[in-house]
């Protein structure tokens, strides 16, 4: 049996992200939900992963800004934590940076999921801070 697979999402996919955005970052993590949403979002590269069932477990963005570009809004359902499917948006996002030229990927990652990057090959870059309340760590790798 092969492992969870993440694809670009579509406009049709936009309802289904944001749900899973609003469980994990505002009702999980206490986010304001007028700082998880953003203008970002409308020219961002959306990837997402569905269960089984075809829900939207997983999803990140992409922001392209020339041969760099940021990661962000990464998210998984608590249901599948550890289960591989933020690995394979996370995948699709590299995979999608390089298709778009980029060569290095930055992205402010929660402390908590900072072994999950590191495994990932991102390295961390300056000191912790708080973003939203939760304490961060700017981490960047190379494509």
């Known amino acids: 049996m092969s492992g ?3 694809g670009v999402a579509g406009p049709a996919d936009r309802a289904g992200i944001a749900a899973l ?7 999980e993590q206490g986010v304001p939900p007028e700082i998880e949403q953003d203008a970002a979002d409308d020219e961002a590269l959306h990837v ?3 269960d089984e069932t075809g829900a939207v477990v997983a999803t990140g963005r992409l922001l392209v ?8 809004r990464m998210a998984a359902d608590a249901a599948v934590r550890g289960r591989g499917y933020g690995t394979a948006v996370l995948a699709e996002l590299h995979r ?8 290095e990927v930055e992205l402010h990652a929660q402390v908590s999921a900072r072994g999950f990057y590191e495994r990932a090959g991102y390295t961390a870059v300056g000191e912790e801070y708080q973003e939203a309340g939760i304490a961060h760590v700017t981490m960047r790798r190379r494509l």
């Open 96 to 103: 999608q940076a390089v298709l778009h030229g980029v060569t």
């Open 21 to 27: 955005r609003t469980r994990v970052f505002v009702e």
């Open 4 to 6: 969870p697979t993440a």
């Open 48 to 50: 997402l992963s569905r």
């Open 65 to 72: 800004r020339g041969s760099s570009a940021g990661i962000g």
